[in-house]
């Protein structure tokens, strides 16, 4: 097994993307059976998409564990209030979270033998798409609309991955290096507001 | 063939949730071509995405006759605008539709050995899955954010089939009993507002 | 191979439509990361769930081209910031696109067995999703409620297309009986406003 170390960091992904879900629930007052909800679909969302996509068995179908941990995550912020868990902190979580599991779908495709320019579409896909759906059924604006970096990040971890990978380099290592320098990214997005400039219509100038 | 209750209900339980998305065409003035879109997406989009995630040929795709069915129901909705079909009619309709989804979704995922657990998952989301892209699709907030019981009572149910399953209980007896626990829930729903405590966060003690 | 050219047009296809992706992104002034996102879910979007609902491997993830079409696309509207590209001609192009689209959705349904009822829901999916999952993730109002004629065309042309290939036709012949048919109905709604009668309650009268 060559990605133990992305493995060991898979559960705890799936945690943190689990209680933004439910966070989101929060806000919007909701009960606890859409607390679950909420964190499951924000949890496994992106890996779900990921697994269609390249025609894996869907994970969280094969192992139950996952929706477990998704319903104990929510049940815990709907039972702590979410109490002890500032905003600060999940912002923080959630960006370890997007580092990781951009990894551990670039390696799961890598892995299943799908071309590396389709692998990191998919570490980005696995990295954001449960966050996108997560807004969508909420009905608040997408994080892909704030112009913060956030798929960026995702990518460029997913392409270090790959690359380090297709470079003969050790998956441990691989994604050690990838999720570094894609946290760093994010990192700065967070604190520093690092963008990328918007697109201006020729009328603006 | 083990559930042949649940098949005879299958094309009504399909029929009752296109009917719903029919009428959510109705609401926002379509012409008949989006009442067909509305109906065939809200009733077949929930066990479109069960069969999806349990790795299942997508039954209406196998078998044309549940996009007919679509059809005609919303063809026939668009005809009588909707007369006779009074708003209670529909929502009890849509009650019975929610308890014999959820049943099917399990039975089918139980029946091609998916985890008990995940079974539980699967008839929630055929249950429930088609009136949340309907929703999603026409703009409208999500009945996953009204506070009303409505993905409990599948939950319910499902759990129920499951586990009568799992203790031996034929299937037709089973799905029997979950349908008429799942149906009290959403009954005490529609008529008493049974409701579960919502999350308050921690200013407002 | 059958249907040499519409796999000839299959690409063109996908840049149309890629390119109303990123004019959306444009509309909401994101960066080019976003631009590239909306262009792939946009070009991509339709054959996506037609292949997953098949049961096909999903086309792009077997040949990484349509990605880099997609990105090229959206990289080249941000530079140019869409000059030239006037928003008539964007119309008529999206209206070869869904035309041709639904022709390649139909044949490639058709081509692997599929029942023709469904080849002709398949066509009008393939044509039509990539907009409106756009519309959703940006969050302004699908054109699904627009009342425009834009799923008709669609199913038109994939009925013709399916029809003539019932009949025997050669397949190049009935693809382009097929777009020309879709996109007379097409233009006819651009152009001279065509439409269907929408639904008025009973009240109404």
Redesign the interface.
Known sequence: MQFTLLSALDYAGVATFAASGALM??Q????????I?FA?ITGVGGG?LRD????A??F??QD?GY??VCTLVAILV?LT???GVHEQTLLWLDAVGLCVYACVGAAKSLSLG??P??CV?MGALTATFGG?IRD????V??I??S?ELY??PA?VNATVFVACAMLGIDWTWASGIAVALGFIVRAGAIRWKW????????QDK
Chains 1, 2, 3 share one sequence.
Do not use: C, E, N
């Open positions: 629930a929060a919007k007052r909701q009960d606890v059976v859409t607390f909800f499951a779900t269609l996509l390249i025609g068995p869907v969280w179908v139950a929706i477990v709907y209030r979410g109490r799908v071309d320019v389709i579409v996108i969508v059924l909420a009905g604006p997408s892909l609309l112009r798929i960026t990518i963008h990328m400039p918007a697109f201006r219509p020729p």
